[in-house]
């Protein structure tokens, strides 16, 4: 469970291809009407940043678990996105723009937010308090690194290269889908002869979490008129969790592989789901075009 060449190297590589990718089917306009609109923004924020602590909370409160099964789960609920909910937000056929800027504005903000959570959670279930300190410049360079980067270069290249952008769109989106069948592959071989004793312990919180904050992030974005389109990217970016950096948190800072499970059975269990997610956006999307003609 604790990070190793799939998650440290190979996983962040692959999303930051699927991210150039992203990049050559967007143009600045579509960063600017993000500008213009920022109630998108403002919406998934605070959905990330207090609704998921919450439904945390809440699923601790009403699913039976260990107290560091627990602090897990909460230390899952507060971490941000990251590149995975951009993927699935592109394959989903969301607002891939304001997915880019959602995962930038929450990753950057979490940093702070998830000591403080991490900290009550310790203290509520284990009385126990500890010093976790995210580094802030460390995790803005993953971000530039695996998400801007490679966004701006394929905006670069549709800029300079249009006929070949638009060429190389409809490979790397075929790619895109290869990388989430690789992924998901590779997590059952790492995992797998572990994944039944995990179920048992958090299989029901982890699926909740993610069904429950999916759906929030959708009726949230709903509530406040937003289009379709960034309903399915909200949903996705909020139900969507760091599985890597939870695991990093847990594992690695706290140094307390059984607070990892949580987010070790997530990292397999959101890949299916979202599936499912990908699948009914494009069925939306599809109805909503066919009335529209």
């Not at 979490?209 to 509530?223: P, R, Y």
């Amino acid at each position: 469970m604790q990070s190793n060449l799939f998650t440290a190297v190979l996983l962040p590589l692959a999303l930051a291809t699927v991210m150039l990718g992203m990049g050559l089917s967007l143009v600045p306009e579509d960063f600017k009407r993000i500008t213009r609109y920022p109630k998108a923004v403002a919406v998934g924020t605070v959905c990330q940043i207090l609704l998921l602590p919450l439904l945390g909370i809440l699923i601790t409160l009403v699913v039976p678990m260990q107290p560091e099964i627990a602090v897990g789960l909460i230390v899952l609920a507060v971490c941000p996105g990251g590149p995975s909910s951009n993927l699935i937000t592109y394959l989903a056929k969301g607002d891939v723009a304001l997915s880019v800027t959602l995962t930038a504005v929450n990753s950057i903000i979490t940093v702070f937010t998830i000591p403080l959570f991490t900290n009550l959670a310790l203290q509520h279930f284990l009385g126990t308090r500890a010093a976790i300190a995210l580094p802030l410049g460390s995790t803005m360079l993953q971000i530039f690194l695996i998400t801007l980067l490679p966004v701006a270069i394929g905006m670069a290249t549709r800029h300079q290269f249009p006929d070949t952008a638009r060429r190389l769109e409809k490979q790397m989106s075929r790619l895109a889908v290869g990388l989430l069948a690789l992924i998901i592959m590779l997590l059952l071989i790492k995992e797998g002869s572990k994944l039944p004793g995990f179920l048992v312990q958090v299989g029901l919180g982890v699926v909740l979490l993610n069904l429950l904050a999916t759906l929030s992030g959708f009726l949230a974005a709903q509530l406040f008129r937003l289009p379709l389109a960034q309903r399915i990217c909200i949903a996705i970016e909020v139900g969507i969790q760091n599985g890597t950096l939870a695991i990093a948190v847990t594992a690695g800072l706290l140094n307390n592989p059984d607070m990892a499970i949580p987010a070790a059975v997530y990292s397999l269990l959101m890949y299916f789901t979202s599936l499912g997610a990908i699948l009914s956006s494009r069925q939306a999307i599809s109805r909503a075009s066919a009335l529209k003609n």
